[in-house]
């Protein structure tokens, strides 16, 4: 156990490297960050004065080396819109994303697992009909036009909930409805194929034979041996969230990295880029770490792998 | 597309189901939402619409411009003479007190124009201050300020972009600290400030009688909200009294509705198209031929996009510079809108089949649309690239766009030096490189003599209209809604002025 987690952390952190690296090279093609830090009012020995004041003049490689050496010792650099430190920024926002990607993965967990079971218990019946429905209604509909609908019925017309803001805990509910919502879909399929596939095991049968409740058969054998996909998947779904919950913190105004990253991007702000994308980098790998690990406690035969 | 379709219908969801919203006047505090996370509350370290708006409440100028005649009169200086051609003499108001207590003396004219002078400070708008030499204490309450050149524009810019900051304070927390608690003399004290995020103020109890008069709203609340629709939502919702920059089409609906105050301004924004008239893309790109600048001015139609796209006060633009800035002389040569000259004056170019073009824009993409078929309808076939702002950026500067849709908003400074100066003399952005209006420019940039300023300035804007080296096309403007409960008459240079509103 101890070897496959070296070796899977070994390679994470190679992963890590290799993603800060391309992001580095891509930002550096996309566009010189001394005309974005200059605005619209520099003229042609601004942008040099700043491209000096920052280094922007020197090799790449060069560029890239001094940015990784710091990261190194956990320090990110101010950020050139802000002019404030990338760590603290980032820190601040993390909280936001990080409330609402728990929250959604939570709340997209709670209701596609039950739904996939019953829908695979009973297949073609009405309710899995209505969760086929759901879940193709879920992939079709754009989030921001879903975040809106939520708006105008919960703080427009019904005025229970806030439109926007990360104040209380209120502002979460809609973001997190949302957000999870998306996430839904492949979870609750990927929950009924498997119940469906593990169902018609021989092992269940064998269980059901030896006389084992209808609840034990289900949870204790079937779900144990579906959910393993499952939870790969959520893993993989929860750093979607994280890092891509852009659209959901613009509609609902909650300012978190996610949008920060987003915005970061149009504004060539370097520092903040790199650091927020070591950041998403590191949570998927966590995540997918922490995925293996669960499986492996669920499904002895992985631990050797 | 369809997401402009889809936001269009949920408007109209919000319109059909929505109560009427109440504003927070009951404790006094006006909820205003920015689209713009805002870099910086230091006016010097921000560039943007939202950073004039916090500026002109918490700090003051020297000189106050009124902003409906543009009269000049006096605010933190209350006398001022022109010593020689750079040296400017003002005497400074007595009894002004900072939020912070601390009182206003020559000592913080001195630092903050010294600060922000020195380009090694790293001032983000350095036109705004790159005029300015140095400063000099005279008395307590006397201060010369010396210009690099001969500066006409000077007092636009003193009751503009430049504002007075505490000399203490500012030695000591810099621009990240003043960002972050922000010191000023001005109509409102800062209470709090999350950065980008949200930025609370409160009426200065203490304001000097200066011409901005006294705040009337207690407190202000201000968060930036970046989606359109969610603001809509909020003003429905009563969580927001005031938003701006709202798109025509919106703007139009929630007039319709009644319940909203929806006021129109202009701003000071201009359309154009550049074109690389001095062959720096190509010494044999089309554009090098006055024909085909000519051509492309008579291909767009200004009225049909003032009137279907921008709406509101928006209005035609024939000049390199918006006509209420000084010296931006209208009697220039107009190109109506007439396709079939266009092509003609095309095949006398030698393009009688037209020709292929990069065309490039960075903002606006419905008006560049409409743009590329005007052109192509004449022949211009486009091959049209959206970049982003600093990319775009840096094309220009490097000369490598052909032909690109441009705008340029002269930071609300009501001279035309802020536009056709910054464009026409042979700097990096310069496509047209003309050594006759580079000549006029410079005279009328450096004289003192107001008329003539605005000769040159004439000849300067006569030849390029001539030349065609640039398509002028329209002026920008913006939607104010606020609830019925906030009175509040927008101005002309796109500034929220939270010191003239009051509760209805």
Redesign the interface.
Known sequence: MLRFILKRLGLALLVALTVSFISFSLLFL????A??????????E??A??RA?YGFDRPMMVQYGDWLWHALQFDFGVSY????PVAD?IAERLSVTMTLGVCGIVFALLIAVPLGVIAAIRPNSLIDRIALFLSVAGQAM?S??FG??L??IF???L?IL????ADTWQHFIMPTIVLGYYAMPAIMRLTRAGMLEVLSADYIRTARAKGASEGRVLFKHALRNAIIPVVSLAAVQMGFMLGGSIVVE????L?GAG?LAW?SI?R?DLPTVQALILVFALFYIVFTFLADVLNAWLDPRMRSA | M??RV??GS?AA??LF???MAHADKSNDTLRVAFTK?L??VDSY?N?AREGVVLQRAIWDGLIYADPQTGEYSGNLATDWTWIDDTTLELKLREGVTFHDGSPFTADDVVYTVDFVAN?AN?A?????VNWMDHAKKVDEHTVRIITKEPFPAALEYLSGPVSIYPSDYYAEAG??GM?LKPIGTGPYKVVSVE???RFVLERNENYFDGPKGQAQIGNVDI?????V??QI??L????LDLIWQVPSDQAERLEQMGQFTVANESTMRVGYLAMDAAGRSDPNNPFTKLEVRQAVNHAINREELVGELLKGKSIPVHTACFPSQFGCAQDVKEYEYDPEKARELLAQAGYPDGFATEFYAYRDRELAEAITSYLNAVGIRTDFKML????L??LN?KGETPLSFQT??S?SVNDASAMVSQYFKH???DDARDDAVLAELDIADSSTDPEVRKEHYRTALQRIADQAYWAPMFSYNTNYVSTAEVSYTPTADEVLRFHTMTWN
């Open positions: 996309s566009g010189d960050p005309i974005a830090i200059a605005g619209e009012s520099a003229n042609a601004d942008v004065a700043i004041l819109y802000f002019r404030l920024l754009p921001f036009w809106l609908i708006i105008v703080a427009i017309q005025r806030p439109a926007s803001g613009s509609v609902f105004a300012h949008y915005e149009g060539n | 369809k997401r889809l936001t949920v969801l919000a189901s929505a109560g996370e870099e910086s370290f560039s380009e790293g983000v708008t350095q036109r705004n621009p990240t960002g950065p980008g995020k968060r930036t909200i970046p989606d629709n969610t939502a909020e429905f919702s009563g969580q982003q702002y600093s990319a950026r840096d500067m340029w908003g930071f700097g990096e952005l």
